[in-house]
């Protein structure tokens, strides 16, 4: 139990375009999402919380107009990268909060690499 | 001082031997710890879950938590190749407060 799918796996795109990531939790109800960034031997580094029919709480730094995140059911969140640029380029990744089991524990997504040209 | 610090690795051991993973950190207030596991171009896997001190026991793997110290650990008996991966500690002070990973620590098990 407990998968996570995000769509597309991996994807190129031109400067200046946008770029949807969908994240799905395919056998459980997800109040709340995450979004991280990853970049090379980093660590993840979370972008923005999501809960199911409200706004995405963005961390410091991150910018919303940029990161668009929708929540629109207890099964999918979307990142909307907008405007992308090259120094976008980065593995997302996305998780969930499973309404059973310990509240601290997060269902990752199999994360989605954006190369922007 | 980051809050949570993870030696990177790389870390290459022989199959069949006993791997020491850990993490330190500075905030007393985290009281959840988990390890993830991630291959290669991949999300992480929850491995391990603790609430507060203790040990906690899964098949090969062990975590430990030693609130005092603020250390935590993760040990993996007669490791495999297949062990091989980036082993992330990550741990919160719950109450839905966001959750702080470490860097990771690259593991290879040689064959």
């Known amino acids: 139990g407990a998968v996570v799918s995000q769509h597309p796996s991996w994807v190129i795109c031109k400067s200046g375009t946008s770029v949807k990531i969908e994240c799905r939790s395919l056998d459980f109800q997800a109040t709340t999402m995450f979004w991280y960034r990853q970049f090379p031997k980093q660590s993840l580094m979370l972008m923005a919380t999501?809960?199911?029919?409200?706004?995405?709480?963005?961390e410091q730094g991150v910018e919303k107009d940029k990161f668009l995140i929708n929540h629109a059911s207890l099964t999918l969140s979307t990142l909307t990268v907008t405007s992308a640029h090259p120094e976008d380029s980065s593995f997302y990744i996305c998780s969930a909060r499973a309404e059973q089991g310990p509240d601290e524990t997060q269902y990752f997504g199999p994360g989605t690499r954006l190369l922007v040209l | 001082q980051k809050e949570v610090e993870q030696d990177p690795g790389p870390l290459s051991v022989p199959e069949g031997a006993i791997v020491s993973l850990n993490c330190t950190y500075s905030?007393?207030?985290?009281?959840?710890f988990m390890w993830y596991r991630q291959y290669s171009r991949k999300g992480p896997e929850l491995l391990m879950y603790t609430y507060s001190s203790g040990n906690k026991e899964d098949g090969r793997f062990t975590a430990q938590v030693d609130k005092s110290s603020k250390y935590i650990s993760l040990f993996i008996r007669d490791s495999q190749p297949s062990d091989s991966a980036t082993y992330l500690c990550?741990?919160?002070?719950?109450?839905?407060?966001?959750?702080?990973f470490g860097t990771g620590t690259k593991l290879q098990v040689i064959p």
């Open positions: 990550a741990m919160s002070g719950g109450g839905y407060q966001k959750v702080t």
């Open positions: 905030n007393s207030a985290f009281q959840y």
């Open positions: 999501s809960n199911e029919g409200s706004k995405a709480t963005y």
